[in-house]
């Protein structure tokens, strides 16, 4: 069974840090895109930050210059640092990742984690 395992979550002040991670759980072929969504309490879900296989990286513009997306490909996990945390920074955050499961697969698998709640208040 592939899963996608995240942890990191946590309450921190405004202006803290926190690292998420997420590791892609059993066999698998590969990995191409992976990236990291977040969902505030009744709000639609949002693109946070996305990172290709060959390294390139893209944000949503509330993040950039304060998060840092990063990929261990040998370790198939993807990190997500968050500097210069802002109230508006708390959601719910979610791994995504799309999954070649075996050699001969002919599409990718679309897999998402678990959540992990970032809340940050004073």
């Known amino acids: 069974q592939v899963q996608l395992v995240e942890s990191g979550g946590g309450l921190v002040q405004p202006g803290g840090s926190l690292r998420l991670s997420c590791e892609v759980s059993?066999?698998?072929?590969?990995?191409?895109?992976m990236g990291w969504y977040r969902q505030a309490p009744g709000k639609e879900r949002e693109l946070v930050a996305l990172i290709a296989g060959g390294g390139s990286t893209n944000y949503a513009d509330s993040v950039k210059g304060r998060f840092t997306i990063s990929r261990d490909n040998p370790k198939n996990t993807v990190y997500l640092q968050m500097n210069s945390l802002k109230p508006e920074d708390t959601a719910v955050y979610y791994c995504n990742a799309r999954v070649q499961l075996t050699r001969w697969a002919v599409a990718y698998v679309e897999l998402w984690g678990q959540g992990t709640l970032v809340t940050v208040s004073s």
């Open positions: 059993g066999s698998i072929f590969g990995i191409n895109t």
